[in-house]
């Protein structure tokens, strides 16, 4: 093998360990998800499913006590593949340019990587549709100067009590707000609007209405009948906010891959070319805790 191509394996190779151990996503809402990286092998991930719980008996006199066997299960779910299309870089621009351009592209790239996975994840956890399990609630609150009915508190109220009859344990509750939600509660909460203020990164609050609260400039939309609409749909509808049960979620990294020529294997172009591959996946394990709250249009 010549110098040139195990130079190139080997760049490949750091440039790999270097976008797998920088994709961490801090500061969002996606921290609050457990990461399972154990669970991935082959680029799929092997949720594990408990069996049944055991009875709990109160006073009881009978003996011996029943024994059962507890029989677990997994879910098998391949991860998504997520490619970057390719970027070029001249011979020209590198001696042209007062910075190293190959290395802030394969930083762009981890960063839109990153953005994008976030933004698809929280479409991925967010329920299709309102069911007894997954409700989708709608705000209730006055217009907001522009057609559409505000979030007020009251709509958290109302999702904590949903979870609440649900049984979902209160430990563990996240609400990822859409731009839209935060401006309502800003402007009507004014709780809601020191927490604000006063965060700097991550969580805006530990414990609002019984939610860890984080924000999210990509929201996932519903249609006015409240079915969600499909991941970069042209299609526009209502902004959600969606909701977690974080005990109930994972994310785990797969394989990832640097597709490079560098420019001294182009001498007809003589130029870089690089580009990504990335497995990856946030998945809800089962329905507990997983709700929204969307938009609607004011009357």
Known sequence: MSKQRVDLTLKNELAVTELIKNFRHEDTWLEAVPSKPQWVGNDVIKIPIRGTAPR?????????????????????????KYETENTEVTTDELYALPYEKVNDVQVQHRETLEDVTAEHALFSITPQENTATTPVL?????DDGNGRKRLITKDLRTLKKKLDKLGVPKAGRVLVLCSDHVDDLLEQDETFNTRYQNHTEGAIAEKFC???????????????AGQKIAYDSATTGYEASVCFF????????????????????NPTMRRHTIGFELHWVCVAMKDEGIAAIRSVAAA
């Open 210 to 224: 019984g939610f860890k609260i984080y924000e999210s400039v990509y929201a996932p939309e519903f249609t006015a």
């Open 138 to 142: 709608v705000t209730t609150g006055p």
């Open 56 to 80: 709990v008996l109160i006073d009881n006199t009978v003996y011996p006590i029943d024994s059962s066997e507890r029989e677990d299960g997994y879910l098998k779910i391949s991860l998504h």
């Open 246 to 265: 974080a005990p109930m979620t994972a994310k785990a990294p797969g394989t990832a891959e640097r597709f490079a020529v560098d420019k001294a294997n």
